[in-house]
């Protein structure tokens, strides 16, 4: 098995449609083309000998290398250094707009920054997750490849004067290209890769690189000047916002979980899932954090996604409500799973599963967070239409009949259905806002029968959630496992942070769930999940801890948490899903709900400091 790369030894680039991860050594090994939840391009990540790559490294192999930001943007340099010289690989997607295309355009910057440097570049497609031939073509200015229903249109940059600066382009029997460059120091040449290119391959001038550069710089620094954070962290949090920016589809305003499929939860395991998909629940947190942030376009084009899926299967009688857990970033719900028994996985973490069969699972939380968005961006001056709100109604309408059974639960765990506290928590907060709702706009509504609901949520939680020795909210009725999850209890205001039922299993929680500050999501052996293997602690559960502590006024604790937590990202700022025993990233990567989680933890955390005396 080849050497794989770190989770954590990438960066992300995009367009707002689509993503790249590039490794700290300057390769490309997951593209999807053109969306988000297309197939790869690139998917070296998954098989590093049958995925495909895009690479560009110094000829001498001797080198070291540093990666960054471009500070405020999404534009990722990767610097290399050699005893001859030092370069730098400048990666960036100019951003496409808010129109669906297939046109993608990915650019490669190169430059030598001190001495010489010979960039040698491989460009080695894999189309459809390396289930499709491809042909090639070589011509004077670069080079076209070609699948049935794909074509890469890759363009030189160069001067006039270039002949001795780009050596001759070759084709391997496998139709992959490579080509050389030789600089010198303070020259700047590359290479452009288009999808769906209007034309053949051409010759770009440096004078139109720069210009995308500067005009992918400008679009990034003018919509981070948005921000209202000023807080303590600003950094990470501002970096965390343009990670989500990133993974967002902005032609209909959907988040995806994560740009990536099949990375494991834990190295040679089964828990390899898609998360090129916009989950319901993580969506609607992130008008939490934008609103938090000041992004309010970001959260009314989820907003309107949002309504858009409530009306769809509105009055519609299904097993699984009127909303799925997840959709496509389209609104699709064709989320079909199936393995790519070709590919080995990353680093033989096989099966690859692309799709995803929790899509069809009955998840009742998922009512509680879409309510508790759309009651969060109310309060901001983002509403609902009258179709909207009627169509809302006739959800709710839903829950009445369906709320007191059984689901799968927030993790989606596939070892059958619980009545999980989490679940009935978010379906008390789907009622409860709904009734805010209605009175705070004179919205009509079924007030009684959402109150009756409500209130008896709450004392079936009280009565069948509680285990009184543990002294504990657990994770479902007949259990006494402990969940994170019910970290958002306060969070949501069905109890108050300083409740004594409330931190005695906080209390329980941090005995059980947290090690050195990092938070598992449960205990698999405790609460058998149907899955093998086991996994790492869940970053976004650290980071809803956090939060919890704050609340609590246990803000020392909180802190320190915190900024434990902040050491385990990448070198730079993006988190995965899991953080494993030796401190290595897991998981699919960087994950939207971690960042997510992140900015509500650091607002909260700095909201709590501030009113703190002294």
């Known amino acids: 098995m080849t050497d794989y790369p770190l989770i954590e030894n990438h960066g992300l680039i995009g ?51 540093k990666q960054l930001y471009l500070p405020d943007t999404a534009i990722l340099v990767t610097r290399f250094m050699t005893e001859s010289g030092a370069g730098e690989v400048i990666d960036f997607m100019p951003v496409t707009g808010g129109t669906a295309t297939d046109r993608h355009c990915l ?3 190169l430059r030598c920054v001190r001495g010489s440097m010979t960039f040698d570049v491989e460009i080695a497609p894999r189309f459809d997750y390396g289930r499709k031939p491809h042909t090639a073509q070589i011509s004077r200015n670069g080079a076209v490849f070609a699948s049935d229903d794909l ?5 030189l940059v160069r001067e006039p004067e270039d002949e001795r600066v780009v050596h001759a382009l070759t084709l391997t029997d496998e139709h992959d290209l490579s080509v050389s460059l030789a600089l010198e120091a303070g020259q700047q040449r590359g290479l452009v890769m288009e999808s769906a290119a209007e034309g053949p391959p051409r010759e770009i001038r440096v004078e139109e690189f720069q210009e995308l550069f500067d005009e992918t710089r400008g679009f990034w620094r003018s919509w981070l000047r948005q921000s209202r954070y000023t807080g303590r962290w600003r950094e990470t949090v501002e970096r965390s916002a343009v990670t989500l920016k990133l993974m967002t589809y902005a032609p209909t305003g959907a988040l995806v979980a994560a740009p990536t499929a099949g990375l494991p939860e834990q190295l040679g395991g089964e828990r390899n899932w898609d998360y090129r998909f916009t989950w319901i629940r993580d969506a609607s947190f992130s008008v939490y954090a934008l609103l938090g942030l000041g992004f309010t376009e970001e959260a009314r084009a989820f907003i309107g996604w949002l309504g858009d899926r409530v009306k769809e299967k509105a009055g519609r009688d299904t097993d699984t409500g009127p909303l799925n857990i997840m959709y496509r970033v389209d609104g699709s719900s064709d ?5 790519l028994d070709h590919w080995e996985g990353y680093q033989g973490s096989a099966p690859v599963r692309i799709g995803n069969g929790a899509a069809t699972q009955l998840q009742l939380d998922i009512y509680g967070e879409a309510l508790d968005s759309i009651s969060f961006a109310h309060k901001h001056g983002i509403h609902l239409d009258i179709h909207g709100w009627n169509s809302l109604r006739t959800l709710l309408d839903w829950l009445v009949d369906h709320w007191d059974q059984a689901g799968e639960g927030l993790w989606e765990t596939r070892g059958g259905r619980q009545h999980f506290t989490y679940g009935r928590v978010m379906s008390w907060v789907a009622f409860d806002r709904a009734l805010r709702l209605a009175v705070q706009h004179g919205r009509p509504a079924e007030s009684g029968r959402w109150a009756a609901e409500r209130d008896n949520i709450y004392e079936q939680i009280l009565a069948k959630g509680w285990d009184p020795g543990r002294s504990a909210f657990v994770q479902h009725y007949g259990s006494d496992v402990l969940d994170s999850s019910l970290l958002r209890m306060p969070t949501v205001g069905f109890i108050t942070p300083d409740d004594p039922m409330w931190t005695s299993t906080l209390d329980a929680m941090d005995r059980e769930l947290v090690t050195d500050s990092l938070v598992y999501r449960y205990n698999p052996e405790a609460s058998p999940d149907g899955l093998r293997g086991s996994e790492g602690t869940f970053s976004l559960c650290t980071f809803m801890y956090v939060d919890a502590l704050a609340r609590a006024g246990r803000t020392d604790q909180a802190r320190l948490v915190l900024e434990k937590m902040m050491t385990y990202a990448n070198h730079l700022g993006l988190f995965s899903e899991e953080i494993g025993l030796t401190g290595r990233q897991l998981g699919n990567f960087p994950q939207a709900f971690t960042h997510l989680a992140l900015i509500d933890a650091a607002i909260t955390l700095d909201e709590t400091l501030n009113r703190a005396p002294g």
């Open 15 to 65: 367009d707002l449609q689509t993503a790249a991860l590039v490794t700290t050594d300057g390769t490309i090994d997951w593209f999807c083309c053109p969306r988000f939840d297309s197939p790869s391009v690139f998917g070296a990540l998954l098989d590093w000998e049958k995925g495909g790559h895009f690479s560009v490294r110094p000829a001498d192999r001797t080198y070291t290398t």
């Open 107 to 109: 650019v490669r910057m």
């Open 151 to 155: 074509e890469l249109t890759i363009s």
């Open 335 to 339: 989320l079909y799973e199936e393995t």
